[in-house]
């Protein structure tokens, strides 16, 4: 039998990664599958980057016919493990063997709306990396490089002056006190003053998400976030245009 249990007996930890037993039928018809693979093509422009992407409706066009082609399919289905979501992408052969990976989800407020982004995000981002999917300009590393590159190393950098503890938000940006709590943290410092830097910008909870995604390198909420990789976003955006 091929398949075991992807949460173990406890269902209270999850593996991340999980194959059948057996690949090689598998293996080799993903062989096939990436020798013929496109690049998906560039459909959509992001307003803040000033470039353009690959949409989950892109990738889903690069692969689909062909992994039909190869006895393949991509199952993409949502779950939640002691409070946390999840998505799990498993590439299944009509053999019955399999590859499944589980990407926790970077949900900013628990409502569905939130939930329904990371979802989308992480189908994008998962299943191209299963399947080695790039798009025709893939320039995200590009992006990423020159992100880090023009900004000056911490010790380089001159003082940020300290925000005042009463000091009134931004008018589009979210009441400071209330997100990060009366007690200011050389973290949350950091967050206020990225978060007065977001509503100048006009910059979104998605759009945050995004921007995350493409310096940092990963998916994470802002609480989890250094004050370095603060500083790092902080440059970035500087950079973006009303």
């Known amino acids: 039998m091929n398949e075991a249990p992807i949460e173990n007996e406890s269902h209270n930890q999850l593996d991340v990664f999980h194959t059948s037993k057996e690949l090689n039928l598998l293996f080799e018809a993903l062989c096939k599958f990436q020798g013929e693979l496109k690049p998906a093509r560039l459909d959509k422009k992001n307003p803040h980057f000033k470039n353009e992407y690959a949409s989950l409706e892109s990738c889903a066009e690069a692969y689909r016919e062909l992994m039909g082609k190869y006895?393949?399919?991509?199952?993409?289905?949502?779950?939640?493990?002691?409070?946390?979501?999840?998505?799990?992408?498993?590439?299944?052969?009509i053999s019955g063997q399999f590859i499944s990976s589980s990407l926790k989800l970077s949900v900013d407020k628990g409502n569905m709306q939130s939930i329904g982004s990371a979802i989308t995000y992480a189908r994008r981002y998962a299943g191209s990396s299963l399947i080695n999917l790039v798009d025709s300009e893939d320039d995200d590393g590009e992006i990423?490089?020159?992100?880090?590159?023009?900004?000056?190393?911490?010790?380089?950098?001159?003082?940020?002056?300290?925000?005042?503890?009463?000091?009134?938000?931004?008018?589009?940006?979210?009441?400071?006190?209330?997100?990060?709590?009366?007690?200011?943290?050389?973290?949350?410092?950091?967050?206020?003053?990225?978060m007065n830097l977001m509503g100048e910008k006009r910059i979104s909870a998605d759009d945050i998400r995004e921007i995350i995604i493409q310096v940092i390198g990963e998916p994470r909420l802002s609480t989890e976030l250094s004050t370095v990789e603060i500083d790092r976003l902080i440059d970035y955006i500087k950079k973006f245009k009303k």
């Open 71 to 93: 006895g393949l399919l991509m199952l993409q289905p949502p779950f939640t493990l002691n409070g946390d979501h999840y998505l799990r992408t498993i590439i299944g052969h």
């Open 144 to 194: 990423n490089r020159k992100a880090i590159d023009d900004c000056p190393p911490p010790a380089a950098r001159p003082p940020r002056p300290t925000p005042i503890k009463n000091h009134a938000p931004a008018a589009e940006g979210p009441d400071i006190d209330e997100a990060l709590g009366k007690k200011l943290t050389p973290q949350k410092i950091k967050l206020h003053e990225l």
